[in-house]
């Protein structure tokens, strides 16, 4: 197996720089960004996803700002500081990562409080570059935690793209494929599409093939197919929330795959960082779900294959109750049959 070496984003000089998932796997573009509200934009577009991935761009987002500003007197600073906070919580709904990686930067910028604005900006250059490095030491450990669950020759359902791409490194749900492997398992993927965006297609299909892991992809609607057969051993993905109570938004169609396991008695595993849990909220139904563009289901880039004028639904989370959910894999851990009470020994 190649050795891991997909960098999602990474600081270059005086900026931060992005790959662009939009266009993988076809084309391999890192775009760079100068901003918050750019970051934002990057956000927003898609350009970078996954919930932790979302999380450090924000970080480096808020860097970004207090860079821009730190000439600035205190006042202005604080003031343009409070805007860039505000555009890049206003990105994306769903993904919790987002806003503990905001608190986490406004935290650091108030026990600095006394600083002058150029000794702030450095102090959140740096603390966006740890949050980065503690996401990838997250993920291999739960990765750890994770591969001894998976029995060696697992055939492996994942859905949407839970690995390096959708964090600073390595993943989460992939993460745990990447421990089993490099502990001598010899694992199999195999990878729904994930429509509309096609995040499994495009995204964990190029990333296993980039590390030699074998890898079946197949459409949506074959998940059912396969389990009924006695094809797939264990099904793990990510999250971007998770309530108090373990119920689990993830990608769009994770309900779905989650039902059918459950009726199939296959084990339905999600890998989760603990900054992923939001506490603040009792239960899935408390989680918004993002709406999408009409444009994503009705066609794909500049192809369109559905009639003018339909009616488009694109929500792009849905939550999986927590009793459909077998284990919660975090750094500290694995959460057997979560629920409140169990995830609340976390912290």
């Known amino acids: 197996m190649k050795k891991n070496t997909i960098e999602t984003l990474r600081w270059h000089n005086d900026h931060l720089e992005m790959i662009d998932q939009r266009i993988l ?7 760079a960004y100068h901003s918050a509200e750019g970051v934002a934009e990057g956000i927003r577009s898609m350009v970078v996803r996954g919930a932790p991935a979302i999380g450090c761009a924000a970080a480096y987002g808020v860097a970004l700002a207090a860079l821009n500003l730190k000439e600035a007197n205190t006042e202005s600073f604080l003031a343009g500081m409070e805007k860039a906070f505000t555009v ?27 600083s002058s604005p150029g000794q702030l900006a450095t102090i959140l250059l740096t603390e966006a570059h740890q949050i980065t490095r503690e996401d990838i030491v997250t993920n291999q450990t739960m990765g750890r935690f994770g591969a001894t669950l998976l029995p060696d020759g697992a055939r492996v359902l994942t859905h949407c793209n839970a690995g390096a791409l959708a964090t ?13 492997v490099e502990s001598g398992k010899k694992i199999s993927v195999i990878a729904d599409e994930t ?18 892991i074998p890898i079946t992809l197949i459409a949506d609607n074959m998940a059912g197919h396969l389990m009924h057969c006695g094809e797939i051993d264990a099904i793990i993905v990510g999250t971007d929330r998770v309530a108090s109570n373990g119920d689990v938004a993830n990608k769009i169609g994770t309900y779905m795959v989650a039902v059918l396991a459950k009726r199939h008695n296959i ?9 992923t849990i939001d506490r603040s909220i009792d239960t899935g139904n408390e989680i918004p779900i993002e709406e999408r563009p ?3 289901v009705t066609g794909y880039q500049n192809f369109r294959w559905a009639a003018q004028g339909v009616k488009v639904r694109n929500p792009a989370f849905d939550v999986t109750p927590a009793d459909l959910v077998t284990a919660l894999i975090t750094e500290k851990g694995i959460v057997k049959q979560p629920n409140k009470e169990r995830i609340s020994m976390l912290f």
């Open 195 to 212: 429509r509309p965006f096609l995040q499994g297609a495009r995204l964990t299909a190029w990333e296993m093939v980039q590390e030699n």
């Open 294 to 296: 009409s444009e994503e």
């Open 267 to 275: 084990p339905f595993y999600v890998a989760c960082p603990l900054s």
């Open 88 to 114: 890049l919580s206003q990105s994306r709904p769903t993904a919790v990562n987002l806003f503990w990686a905001l608190k986490r930067m406004h935290q650091t910028m108030t026990a600095a409080a006394k």
């Open 168 to 180: 600073a490194g390595y993943g989460t749900a992939l993460g745990v494929i990447r421990a089993a």
């Open 25 to 31: 796997p076809t084309d391999f573009q890192y775009l």
